[in-house]
């Protein structure tokens, strides 16, 4: 889904989200889009950019009158909350695939949608997936619930759970079982906007990451944290980041960190290389705020980090802004986001979109592979 609030938009079929028209011709159904819903006007204009034939309508989804939902005649619904209208359609859809951030899994908004559900005579199975399960170098966990309108459950339903994985992958740690280890298969730290917390709020990123207290080896990383990285780095299961990155050139200049960004935040950077088979979820502060909304990329593969944090702190502004220099640091360019959240090529924004805009909306977005994914267990 794509934009600041990702109301859904509709399908013939299916109701989808203004990113939904990737995800549908990923899954390999035949589907008509047959209007799109979204109150930002940026991601509007995005959306017309790149499927101009479709129907848009630039409001919420509180904004819709029932016989507009009804005119629609829809079969398929992909969506956050609200969900209200459901039991109040004259024909209910076929299925419904909704996503929403980690949390949603334990609130009375999820009780109220599941027992809505229930009531009509939906199946469902609930979901915490990120994009790391299909080999894709980025963590980005988000609840997912489908459901299917049919009297005999799913062919992979498990009840009462939530998987954590796709049911025709090797499954992994329970939910429990996750929380408890601190969902350390995920990013090195929580982003501000999964811990519900403003970037750049004053809070000490290094005590989130080191709760037991444990000595930080260095750059406010702890000895378990560095291992943790170093296995995710060693599985081979997960593509490489230089598999989704832009070649170089000069255009990549403006990219790099600021001197003011890397004295100030140097320490609490999420740093990966082209090599690297990892990156954490990338917000939609990335690019305006540093710390934790995303990784930046080193692109001086030939240096060691360690090198270069060891003994920093007692050097003078010059001679610690000369040796980060050295790393040659820079943003993941919103294209290569655009490639992790499997975009396809031909996707492009218009002109008039600022850079700050493009971070905010892929920030907001969903990886295309995951739900493609989802559709196509949902209509399989």
Known sequence: MFGEK??????????????DSREIKKSCISAEVVAAVDVNTVANEVYKHNFPSTPLW????????????NRLSFDMILMSPPCQPFTRLQRLPKYILLENVKGFETSSARDKLVETLKKCGFKYQEFLLSPTYLGIPNSRLRYFLIAKLQSELLSFQAPGQILENFPDQEP????????????????????????HIEPNSGSDAGSRQCSQKEAFVFKLETAKEMERKR????????QMLKDFLEEDGEEMSQYFLPPKAL???????????????????FTKGYGHYVEGTGSVLQTAEDVQLESVFKSIEMLSEEEKLMKLST??????????IENLHGFP??????????????????GNSLNVHVVAKLISLLTG
């Open 345 to 362: 090529p031909e996707f492009g924004f218009p002109d008039k979109i600022t850079m700050k805009q493009r971070y905010r909306l892929l």
């Open 327 to 336: 790393l040659k640091l820079r943003y993941f360019t919103p294209r290569e």
């Open 231 to 238: 296995n995710q780095d060693s599985d081979l299961s997960i």
């Open 263 to 281: 004295l100030r935040y140097a320490f609490l950077l999420d740093i990966v290389t082209p090599s690297c088979r990892r990156s954490t979820c």
């Open 172 to 195: 992994k740690a329970s939910v429990k079982h996750r929380v408890a280890a601190g969902l350390e298969k995920e990013s090195s730290f929580t982003s501000p906007e999964e811990e």
């Open 58 to 69: 630039a409001k919420t989804i509180e904004g819709i009158t029932l016989a507009e939902l």
């Open 6 to 19: 990702r109301d859904p938009a509709f399908t013939s079929g299916v109701w989808y989200s203004q990113q």
